[in-house]
């Protein structure tokens, strides 16, 4: 399916599970939608299952937006507790449509909590209260994890929410990250669990000594923080000089600040030298970078001091401190400004999620995940660009489950697209109309909305 076509659906205010594998365009696609909601001046939530992703869309977690805060079982005491706290209930019932990204590391549990809680607010008991509901997620990536002494957690697809959601299933088909036909290859054989011998020569032609990878000024990726801060900090400490220091300036309640740092990539005490390896880690179209653009530290700009990074294409950027916040409704609850930069000799597979690489070292000789492996292939854009240190059996091993699941995916996408050609544009139009009105939204008076930029920018 397309982004145009998943747009249209989107627009029909049906609940939708937007899917497609690393590069396909689902952050693109939501965040065209969540543009064109507040166009049309509807109330949308925009969370996710964890810090990191909530920072990649300016949203806030669906525990601390919902009030379920860390529990994954709620009680009637719970839920009428949560439901009956102001400020929680106020802004619960403002909203029309729910968006929740990496729905894959969202325990099913959790998601079941917060259709009680949505229910209960909003004194309706369908699911979630009536909202529209969009969930966003890649089931072959990270799953979800619970703690020793918890019950294991269980796939958001398996809960009692999801099913009664009746969710349309928009699977995008288009590739925006690899460029490789043969790597791309190996990564959807991965997905589909047929990696043959072939294909594992083919990654061990790209196999390098360590103690090589360690001249290269390229990302590497590992499993563990340990090696990430021990290779970031023996590169930065090769550099002659003294550190420079750029500290964090934050605004707002200690807990979503809290929040917000761990879904930040760039640190509380951002420590530079000249000719430290960086790695940009927000948008910034205006100046033409992006999360996981790479860079070397050139200099620093004669007035504000702020550190001037040379890309890899030869660009000098002027990198100045921007925003990372959490907000609710349009209204800032959190903010904390920062150089929009990190260390980027190593980073974890966990926190390369959402970062395309030209380049990268993977390390996957303790990976202890399903799906890790996965992720981190999928980062780089090209056979070529991935310098594979060494990998073992987990790392090119997909959950059974989510095996048997995405072929279900894929066949309700294509019967959610049948279903949809079969509709003129008037048809669609009207539902358009209908689902503005339905979520008290503004049609434009001097526009058309049925052609917007949002549309042709996705086209």
């Not at 969370?47 to 806030?60: E, F, K, V």
Request: net charge positive; charged share 25%.
């Amino acid at each position: 399916m397309t982004q145009k076509e998943t747009l249209d659906i989107l627009k029909t205010g049906a609940n939708v599970f937007l899917t497609g594998e690393p590069g396909s365009g689902k952050t693109h696609t939501i965040n065209s939608y969540i543009k064109y909601l507040r166009e049309m001046k509807i109330k949308v939530a925009v969370t996710a299952s964890t810090g990191i992703a909530a920072t990649h869309i300016g949203g806030i977690t669906i525990h601390s937006w919902s009030g379920i805060g860390i529990k994954k079982h709620l009680s009637d005491f719970d839920i009428d507790r949560i439901a009956s706290t102001e400020y929680i209930a106020k802004k619960i019932s403002k909203v029309a449509v729910l968006i929740i990204e990496e729905v894959s590391m969202l325990d099913g549990r959790v998601l079941d909590s917060v259709d009680h809680v949505c229910r209960a607010v909003k004194q309706n008991d369908e699911p979630f209260g009536g909202m529209q509901v969009i969930l966003i997620g890649d089931f072959f990536q990270l799953p979800p994890v619970s703690k020793s002494y918890e019950e294991s957690a269980e796939f958001a697809f398996a809960s009692s929410a999801w099913e009664s959601l009746q969710l349309l299933v928009c699977y995008l088909s288009e590739q925006h990250r690899q460029e490789d036909q043969k790597f791309l290859q190996i990564l959807t054989s991965l997905r589909q669990a047929m990696i043959t011998n072939e294909h594992k020569e083919q990654l061990n032609e790209r196999c390098v000594q360590h103690h090589a990878t360690l001249k290269k000024d390229i990302t590497h990726l590992y499993s563990h923080n340990e090696d990430v801060d021990r290779i970031n900090q023996k590169r930065l400490d090769r550099i002659a000089g003294s550190n420079k220091c750029f500290p964090m300036k934050e605004t707002g309640k200690p807990a979503l600040l809290q929040q917000i740092k761990r879904g930040c990539l760039s640190p509380e005490q951002l420590m530079l030298k000249e000719g430290a390896v960086v790695m940009f880690t927000k948008n910034n179209p205006k100046e033409k970078f992006a999360n996981g653009t790479l860079g070397v530290v050139t200099g620093w700009h004669k007035h504000t001091k702020c550190p001037v990074v040379t890309t890899k294409s030869g660009r000098r950027i002027i990198t100045e401190q921007m925003e990372w916040t959490i907000e609710d409704n349009g209204r800032v609850l959190a903010r904390v400004e920062q150089i929009p930069l990190r260390l980027a000799w190593a980073i974890t597979v966990h926190k390369s999620q959402g970062v395309s690489l030209d380049a990268a070292v993977v390390d996957l000789r303790r990976a202890f995940e399903l799906g890790q492996g996965y992720v981190a292939l999928s980062r780089v854009r090209t056979l070529k660009g991935l310098f594979l240190i060494g990998y073992n059996d987990k790392a090119l091993q997909v959950h059974p489950e989510v095996l048997e699941q995405d072929i279900n995916f894929r066949q309700l996408s294509v019967d959610t697209a049948h279903a949809f050609s079969n509709l003129d544009a008037e048809e669609i139009h009207k539902m358009h109309k209908n689902f503005i009105k339905a979520a008290d939204g503004k049609i434009p008076r001097k526009e058309d909305f049925r052609v917007s930029k949002l549309e042709a920018s996705a086209a």
